[in-house]
């Protein structure tokens, strides 16, 4: 579940393409905070801290900045395409006690039988939450399922109170298959086992000619 991270920034009063290379250089992050009703507020972010937050999933933060704080979700991380440093942050105002709607990453976890292998169907799930209990992970057990079984999105359940926002509960989440390469393999590997293997009532192969002939 998510965690709150806080941050301190500072008000910004500059902005366009120039300024923000200027933050940059500084090691800051310009970042916009939005809240529905009122006006957004611009601020501008340490780089480093910042750039280790965005790596959890739903996490919620404390922004302080001038005299104020505020909670808040992330709406949008903007990325250089090619230097992947982060250029632009876009968060979402929230409140104590407010739930939101949020996309989940989906995981697996455990071993399926045999040369079974599990596969995820939906890669992220939309739920919805309370902003203090935001899942960052969705993890799903795999442990002991053989080919063919599936793991629908009616199985799964959520903790505190968070519920699954999704049209079809039948879904299948995850599918655990035994790929087509490794079903070849058994096959041909049985083959092999089944020409090598003597038939029954069928004398062992005898031993080498020229070894008999010594004896």
């Known amino acids: 579940m998510a965690n709150t991270i806080e941050l301190k920034g500072e008000i910004r009063d500059e902005f366009g393409k120039g300024a923000a290379r200027r933050m940059r250089v500084d090691k800051l992050i310009p970042a916009t905070i939005y809240a529905g009703g009122s006006d957004p ?15 959890r999933k ?54 399926p039988k045999g040369a079974a292998v599990a596969f995820v169907d939906i890669q992220e799930l939309n739920v919805k939450a309370d902003v203090s209990n935001l899942p960052e992970r969705i993890v799903v057990s795999v442990d002991g399922l053989a080919d063919g079984d599936k793991v629908f999105l ?13 049209d079809n509960m039948d879904e299948s989440v995850v599918s655990v298959e035994v790929p087509e ?9 049985a083959e092999g086992a089944d020409q090598a293997a003597p038939a029954e009532g069928e ?5 080498d000619a020229a070894d008999s002939e010594s004896k």
């Open 41 to 55: 507020a611009f601020i501008k972010l340490p780089m480093k801290e910042t750039t280790l937050a965005m790596r």
């Open 154 to 166: 009616k199985d799964l359940k959520l903790e505190g109170g968070a519920e699954f926002v999704e």
């Open 203 to 207: 004398a062992a192969p005898a031993a």
């Open 58 to 111: 739903n996490a919620l933060f404390t922004i302080a900045f001038g005299k104020e704080s505020k909670m808040a979700v992330v709406k949008d991380v903007q990325r250089n395409p090619v230097k992947r440093i982060i250029e632009h942050v876009d968060f979402y105002e929230v409140k104590a006690g407010e739930k939101i709607e949020v996309t989940v990453p989906v995981f697996v976890e455990g071993t």
């Open 181 to 189: 390469d490794a079903t070849a393999t058994t096959a041909e590997s």
